[in-house]
């Protein structure tokens, strides 16, 4: 057995609800379907510790239509990468932060929280990343329901209905 | 032109501490980025780094446009990096269709790649040199610099963003005449860099700024998630085109190049003898570079699914994501740059300095400010407008034109 | 009559105009070796006289929390310093336009004047970049005033006389004995090039740190005639090294004009080398630098010198 069946079976040994969801889609990547928060936060431990993925290089966001899915990835001294898929729903859009096992992902999770309106919880005190100090609060700019073209940059308001007008 | 959420008051004597301010708008930054130093006397006793500031909502504008339209943007993504984004996007595609290029686009994509990192290299060289105020040296790098770049525009047709990707292949082969003048060049700047590695070794005053400042030990690097030649001075063996290979890297032999002086010192090291090891792969590359055709043709509409591709870009690992729904339009592309992984350690490194080592701290990581855009707003009393381009070009002209200056008539390139 | 030639020689030649018209021609040719150095073609002959008229041109903003009459007046005191300085220094040969015994001493004072003038323009403009670049002249003045004076004063121990026009003689009369002066003519040069800020001590105004240090926030007029007494200062300090320690003169007044010229272009190109081929050092490695090497070499050659005096005068 190859080193990504080998993480595969130890991760779906810890945690049985992984057994279906969890696949090795191409050489080196093993990605999961969505999981829950909860589950989630079961598994990270056990991925940082025992498991030797030891960076967190990067969390996506993508918009899954009801929920948001936090796609984190991590790496190990190999070239194994390993991809859970955290959904969280839009209509409770909350998360707890990775950031005490991975200082390496506050930049990522900051911008989750500007660019997907997700709050991620137990991140340090920081300036907003990547958007202006002044960005009007409900826009979350990476949802696929936020249309540029509606943002008057003038009043910096979401307009929604129409074309926003620009003064010149 | 402040923001109302960060005001800073200059030149505040508080206990002994200054808060000082090094940007959005400073000499030692090319790119705007906000670093709130506080200091004490002339050590750091706290830095906030703030990033942000060029953030041009490029994933966003991916997201309603075609894939091969996509392929421009992300070139765009840097300036110096370019080929790599837009090698890694390729790649993402190429696999997601399930595409095989054929070998010698393999290897030109190889040969470009390297040229960019030499280039990046001697840009990097040139500008750590004028942080510390050794502007000769900066003028001499970039002199050669230019070698380099002469010959990426003879390939490539610009620069910088030398558009040579495209999905299924490359869009230039190379011929004799190209072949010869980078043979050339090749041999004159293996010379130079032997007198910088030379230099970096011997010349005092360099070795005092550089040496024991910024200093990242490996743990720290594994802690904070530092990639490329920061992550390879500190001992880490991180070089994706020897832990993963991929493209012609699979055949070139490629050694990786790691230091333990964890320091700017041990990060200029590893740049400049990354330099002579992309001579040889160059080197390596036109003398087996196989033959047969350049590009295959790859269907507009890429099947349904998700990939995580990985390069080595001159600021080391660089990370896209493409998912793809079955049509021409992506649904979700993310690129995650290395210096984006290098902010992290950024406090850590500066705290305990001193004021002199900051910007060469920051400029050690080589960082690429690269997101989204800002719009630019103005506070004049208490109306708040919101500018962007346009609005801006017409404010200029009114208030020149208020002075008896007319502007208006010079063309502004769209 | 005497007070119209006076006033000829303080104003004219070799006085005001004549310094500043060198003190352009110095700094073009400083800038342009420098960029030769650098495998660049460099600025044009008429672009120290350009800028200065074009920042005259300028507007002058003073910021609101900075203190308006020192802001205005430092300029003009760096200037006067200077101007009044040179007047010290032989340009023809041995004599000056005024020398008694004692004026190397009024001419260090009033080197002292630029570096103060630029401290306390910069702690009065209220900034935190110039506050930083003010707080490090006053410490990089505190290292190299005490190596720059004993390196100034220990070839007079020969001499017997504080007079720069005294020394100048001494040493055409007896031009072997400037040979023993060697290792205090370097650390000179080094004290020197610590004292006009430039690289590896230009820390003060270093431009990617502070800006531009303690000037950050003068434009137009104030900062024309700043740069023009920064120039001024490099002439007079090329014109009183070249007197003290490189000591050739005949007797004939445009030969000595033109030895004169010799002799300050060749400390000037010294100055430039050690400009072009040198990274910035830190303030901190500065106050080693000159404690650590630049004191003790001085001392030790005092002490030379003292035996040496002894020993001629039997």
């Known amino acids: 057995m190859n080193r990504e069946e080998e993480i595969v079976s130890r991760l779906c040994g810890a945690f049985p609800f992984l057994t279906d969801r969890i696949c090795v889609r191409q050489k080196n990547r093993i990605f999961t379907d969505p999981i829950t928060r909860e589950e989630f936060e079961q598994i990270i431990p056990f991925v940082h510790d025992q498991l030797g993925f030891y960076r ?59 660019l997907f309106g997700v709050m991620v919880k137990g991140l340090p005190n920081g300036p907003h990343y990547p958007l202006p100090d002044g960005w009007p609060e409900g826009n979350y700019p990476m949802r696929k329901d936020w249309d540029p073209k509606k943002f008057n940059k003038q009043t910096m308001k979401y307009e929604q209905s129409g074309e926003a007008k620009e003064n010149g | 032109m402040s923001s109302p959420g960060r005001q800073r008051k200059m030149a505040e004597i508080n206990n002994n501490q200054i808060e000082f301010p090094i ?392 | 009559m005497d007070i119209l030639i006076s006033l000829l020689k303080v104003l004219i030649f070799p006085g005001f105009l004549f310094l500043s018209v060198y003190g352009f021609i110095a700094e073009f040719l400083d800038r342009k070796m420098y960029a030769r150095m650098q495998n660049r073609v460099g600025p044009p002959w008429y672009q120290p006289i350009a800028d200065f008229f074009k920042m005259i041109g300028k507007r002058t903003l003073i910021p609101a929390d900075a203190s308006p009459w020192i802001f205005r007046i430092m300029p003009f005191i760096s200037l006067a310093a200077v101007s009044a300085a040179f007047l010290y220094v032989p340009v023809f040969g041995n004599k000056a336009v005024f020398s008694f015994d004692g004026d190397l001493i009024i001419v260090l004072y009033f080197l002292t004047m630029p570096p103060l003038a630029s401290f306390l323009a910069g702690w009065y403009s209220r900034d935190v970049y110039a506050t930083i670049g003010a707080t490090r002249i006053m410490t990089q003045m505190f290292v190299y005033e005490v190596p720059l004076f004993i390196s100034l004063l220990a070839p007079t121990l020969l001499v017997g006389s504080w007079s720069i026009s005294d020394v100048t003689r001494y040493y055409s009369a007896h031009p072997l004995y400037a040979l023993i002066n060697i290792p205090v003519m370097i650390t000179a040069l080094i004290a020197f090039q610590c004292k006009l800020e430039r690289a590896p001590f230009d820390s003060p105004e270093a431009e990617t740190e502070v800006v531009s240090g303690a000037l950050v926030e003068y434009s137009g007029r104030l900062l024309a005639f700043f740069r023009m007494s920064l120039d001024c200062e490099l002439v007079l300090v090329i014109s009183l090294f070249s007197a003290i320690f490189l000591p050739f003169t005949t007797g004939i007044v445009w030969v000595d004009f033109l030895l004169y010229l010799a002799k300050t272009l060749f400390t000037l190109l010294l100055l430039t080398l050690m400009k072009v081929s040198m990274a910035r050092l830190k303030i901190v490695d500065v106050v080693t630098f000159c404690w650590k090497y630049l004191t003790s070499v001085a001392l030790v050659q005092v002490v030379f010198n003292l035996l040496i005096r002894g020993v001629l005068k039997q």
């Open chain 1, 56 to 114: 967190a290089c990067h969390v996506v966001g993508t918009d899954d239509g009801d929920s948001i899915g936090l796609l984190y990835i991590f790496s190990d001294q190999d070239s194994i990468l390993l991809a859970l898929r955290e959904s969280v729903p839009k209509s409770d859009p909350q998360a707890k932060s990775i950031c005490n096992l991975y200082p390496s992902i506050i930049l990522h999770e900051r911008e989750i929280i500007d």
């Open chain 2, 23 to 414: 940007g959005p708008q400073h000499p030692s930054l090319d790119e705007p980025g906000c670093f709130d130093i506080t200091l004490e006397g002339e050590k750091v006793v706290n830095a906030v780094v703030g990033v942000g500031y060029n953030h041009r909502g490029l994933e966003k504008t991916c997201e309603s446009r075609t894939y091969v339209q996509d392929l421009y943007i992300i070139e765009r993504v840097c300036g110096i990096c370019s080929h790599a984004h837009s090698s890694a996007f390729c790649m993402g595609i190429e696999e997601l269709s399930g595409v095989q290029i054929p070998p010698r686009a393999e290897y030109i994509r190889v040969i470009i790649a390297e040229l960019e990192r030499l280039h990046s290299h001697l840009l990097w060289l040139g500008v750590a040199c004028h942080e510390v105020g050794f502007d000769t040296m900066f003028m001499f790098t970039w002199r050669n610099r230019e070698k380099v770049l002469d010959i990426l525009a003879t390939m490539g047709g610009n620069r910088v963003n030398y558009g040579v990707n495209t999905i299924g292949g490359v869009r230039r082969d190379l011929d004799p005449a190209s072949i010869d003048m980078l043979q050339k060049t090749l041999d004159t700047l293996e010379k130079e860099i032997k007198y910088y590695a030379n230099l970096a070794k011997t010349e005092t005053t360099l070795i005092s700024r550089l040496a024991g400042v910024g200093k990242l030990s490996k743990e720290d690097v594994l802690k904070y998630g530092a990639v490329g030649p920061v992550a390879r001075a500190s001992g880490v063996r991180d070089d994706i085109r020897v832990i993963e290979p991929y493209g012609a890297y699979k055949e070139i032999p490629v050694h990786m190049i790691t230091d333990d002086h964890a320091d700017v010192f041990g990060r200029t090291v590893v740049r400049i003898l990354e330099m002579q090891e992309s001579i040889n792969i160059i080197r390596f590359c036109i003398q087996n570079i196989p033959d047969g055709p350049i590009a295959v043709k790859v269907p507009r509409r890429i099947p349904a699914g998700e990939v995580i591709i990985r390069v080595e870009a001159p600021r080391g690992e660089d990370i896209h994501y493409i998912r793809s729904n079955g049509t021409d339009i992506p649904d979700r592309v993310r690129v995650r740059a290395p210096t984006e992984a290098n902010w992290h350690g950024m406090t850590h490194m500066l705290t305990g300095e001193y004021l002199a080592d900051v910007p060469i701290t920051i400029a050690a990581i080589d960082p690429c400010y690269s997101c989204t855009d800002r719009a630019i707003r103005v506070s004049s009393g208490r109306d708040v407008e919101v500018m962007d381009w346009r609005t801006l070009r017409r404010y200029g002209i009114d208030f020149y034109r208020k002075k008896g200056i007319d502007l208006s008539t010079l063309a502004v390139g769209r």
